[in-house]
C-alpha cells in the first residue's frame, strides 16, 4: 500500500473571472519510505495539492488516500498519519514554544511526550527559546517551530511545503540533516521547494507540476540523465550578444549557456570571441535539476509523465 497515492485529483477555484483549474487530474503514489519531491512554479498547484491530501481542501473529483485512509471519509485516521508543514506562517500568539508543543501533541491525542519535544527543540536550534513566548520568535524561528509542530507527534509521513524558505544556511543544513535521519529511519517525505539543489541532493524520486497537471514524473537520477545536451558556464562582466542573451541564465557575473551537442559549443565559443566577451572559470557541465526544471517547464525534456509512472509501477 502506497503512502500516499493521489487519485485523478482535480480541484476548480470559483473566482471572479470563472472557474480556475489549479489541479487536473493528477495521479501520483508515493511509496512507504520514499522522500519525494513536488517541484513546479509558483501557481503550479503544489499548496493545494497538499492542501487535499491534509483534508484543508476538498477535492473538486477524485481522491486522496494516506496509508490507505480516505483523507475525506477518514478524515482523523488520515490527519493523524500526517505532519504538515504548512507554507504559510501560522501560529498561536499566546504561547511559548514549549507550551504550543505540548498543546499540539494534546490535539493528536499523545501524552508524556516530553522526551521528544526536547530532542526536536534541539534539533532544531530552539531549545535556548523554550521559554519565549511565539510573538518574540524572529521569522525563521517561527518556521523551524512549525517543523517542530508537524513532527510533535511522529507521524509516519511527513509533507514539507517550502520548509526553508526565509530559513538560514546553517538550520537549513541541521533540518535536512534531521529530516534525513526520519526518513532513513523509515518516515516518508513529501517536499515542496524551489530550491532546486536541495530537491536534487535529498529526492530520490520527483514530480514536477505545471498549470496544475504532472509534466514529469521519475526517478531524480533518470531525470538528470534524460536532460539533453549539456551547459556552459562561465563568468563575464561583458554584456552577451542578443543572440546569446536570449538563451543564457544570468546570475550577477555567472552565465549558463545551454548546448545541444559540442558543434552548438563551438558556436556559442566563436559568437562570445568575435563579441569580445571576455571569459573566466569557464566549465562545461551535465545539465543539474535546475536545468531539467527549465527544459520540463519549456517542453524539451525528453521524460513522459505516463510511461515514467508505468516503469515504477512494474518495478514495484
Ligand atoms: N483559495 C483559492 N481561491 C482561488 N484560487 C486559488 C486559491 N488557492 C489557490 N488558488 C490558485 O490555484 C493555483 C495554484 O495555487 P497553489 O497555491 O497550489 O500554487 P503553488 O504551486 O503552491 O505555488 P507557490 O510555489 O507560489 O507556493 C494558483 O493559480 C492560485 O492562484
Ligand atoms: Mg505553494
Redesign the pocket.
Known amino acids: 500500500m502506497p503512502a500516499v497515492s493521489f487519485q485523478a485529483v482535480s480541484k476548480a477555484?470559483a473566482?471572479p473571472k470563472g472557474p480556475?483549474q489549479?489541479l487536473d487530474q493528477v495521479s501520483l503514489d508515493i511509496e512507504e519510505g520514499e522522500f519525494f519531491g513536488l517541484l513546479?512554479p509558483?501557481?503550479?498547484?503544489?499548496?493545494?495539492l497538499i492542501s487535499i491530501l491534509a483534508g484543508l481542501a476538498r477535492a473538486s473529483s477524485g481522491r486522496a488516500l494516506v496509508q490507505g485512509c480516505d483523507v475525506q471519509t477518514e478524515f482523523a485516521a488520515a490527519r493523524r498519519k500526517l505532519g504538515v508543514v504548512p507554507?504559510e506562517l501560522v501560529f498561536d500568539p499566546f504561547f511559548n514554544v514549549r507550551e504550543s508543543l505540548r498543546i499540539q501533541s494534546g490535539y493528536f491525542g499523545v501524552r508524556n511526550n516530553g522526551a521528544w519535544i526536547d530532542e526536536l527543540l534541539e534539533n532544531l536550534g530552539l531549545a535556548d527559546r523554550a521559554g519565549a513566548n511565539m510573538r518574540q520568535l524572529s521569522g525563521g524561528m517561527k518556521r523551524r517551530m512549525l517543523v517542530a509542530q508537524a513532527l510533535v507527534h511522529k507521524p509516519p509521513i511527513i509533507v514539507l511545503d517550502?520548509p526553508t524558505a526565509g530559513v538560514d544556511v546553517e538550520l537549513r543544513q541541521t533540518l535536512w540533516h534531521f529530516v534525513a535521519r526520519l526518513n532513513r529511519e523509515g518516515h516518508t517525505v513529501l517536499l515542496t521547494t524551489?530550491y532546486l539543489d536541495e530537491a536534487e541532493a535529498l529526492c530520490g524520486r520527483i514530480a514536477m507540476?505545471k498549470s496544475g497537471r504532472i509534466v514529469a514524473l521519475d526517478r531524480t537520477s533518470v531525470l538528470l540523465q534524460e536532460a539533453s545536451g549539456s551547459v556552459l558556464q562561465f563568468k563575464t562582466d561583458s554584456a552577451l550578444p542578443p543572440a546569446l542573451a536570449r538563451l543564457a541564465r544570468v546570475t550577477g557575473r555567472v552565465v549558463q549557456l545551454p548546448a545541444h551537442d559540442t558543434v552548438d559549443i563551438e558556436g556559442h565559443l566563436a559568437a562570445l570571441r568575435t563579441a569580445g566577451v571576455e571569459l573566466h572559470d569557464l566549465e562545461i557541465r551535465r545539465p543539474d535539476l535546475e536545468d531539467v526544471f527549465l527544459q520540463v517547464m519549456s517542453g524539451a525534456h525528453a521524460s513522459r509523465p505516463a510511461a515514467a509512472a508505468a516503469a515504477v509501477e512494474g518495478q514495484a
Open positions: 477555484f473566482t480556475l489549479a513546479g509558483n501557481g503550479a498547484g503544489k499548496t493545494t507554507q517550502e524551489h507540476l
